[in-house]
């Protein structure tokens, strides 16, 4: 296959190549003195969807919501005004089982094929209840299938407290990958 990468966005290309898995392992170095010294996490992230599907457009035209703050349905109520929405652009966050099993699958064994002793889960499914839930559902049925591998999940605002980030963030993931890098002494990776 000949691909020209110049015209090729740059989450198309995990997409050609099959990139799905995002594998970040950090590790501290002995003689190597940083502010941690005992540092040994591996980030695994699907690099084709969710945020990463790039799936974006601006929002034109005329939008409907209701004015008493009920709901979001366009004319649900007769108590809804229309809108002209200008300057408003909608991501989408698409999330698929296929993938989510893959990754999910990828983590498990990764983690059984280099001696790892857990995988955790980090989701927002307390936010995005279907998206990140369905991703859930994903890494609890893989789980099963690992009884040899601890499991567990948690709400992504709970790990940044537990790597002391004081954030809440979708891009969180890549914070946490990014600096731990930069707590075992890699800062070219800090952009």
């Known amino acids: 296959m000949i691909v020209s990468v110049s015209s090729l966005h740059p989450l198309s290309l995990s997409r050609v190549f099959g990139l799905y898995a995002n594998v970040r392992p950090c590790r501290s170095v002995a003689g190597y003195n940083t502010g941690y010294d005992d540092v040994d996490l591996i980030t695994i992230r699907e690099n084709t969807e969710?945020?990463?599907?790039?799936?974006?457009?601006e929002v034109r035209g005329e939008a409907s919501w209701c004015t008493k703050g009920c709901c979001?349905?366009?004319s649900a109520h007769a108590h809804t005004n229309v809108q002209v929405v200008d300057g408003v652009v909608q991501s989408i966050k698409l999330i698929t089982k296929?993938?989510?099993m893959r990754v999910a699958e990828f983590a498990f064994e990764y983690a059984r094929l280099n001696g790892r002793e857990s995988v955790r889960?980090?989701?927002?499914?307390?936010?995005m209840r279907r998206s990140d839930g369905l991703f859930l559902q994903c890494c609890t049925e893989v789980a099963g299938r690992y009884?040899?591998?601890k499991y567990d999940d948690m709400y992504l605002d709970t790990a940044c407290l537990h790597v002391s980030l004081p954030l809440?963030?979708?891009?969180?993931?890549?914070?946490i990958m990014t600096l731990s890098l930069s707590w075992c002494g890699n800062p070219a990776n800090l952009m």
């Open 50 to 57: 969710g945020e990463y599907s790039g799936i974006e457009h």
């Open 72 to 74: 979001l349905a366009p």
């Open 98 to 100: 296929t993938a989510s």
């Open 121 to 127: 889960a980090v989701h927002k499914s307390n936010i």
């Open 147 to 149: 009884p040899d591998i």
């Open 168 to 175: 809440s963030s979708l891009y969180a993931s890549y914070i």
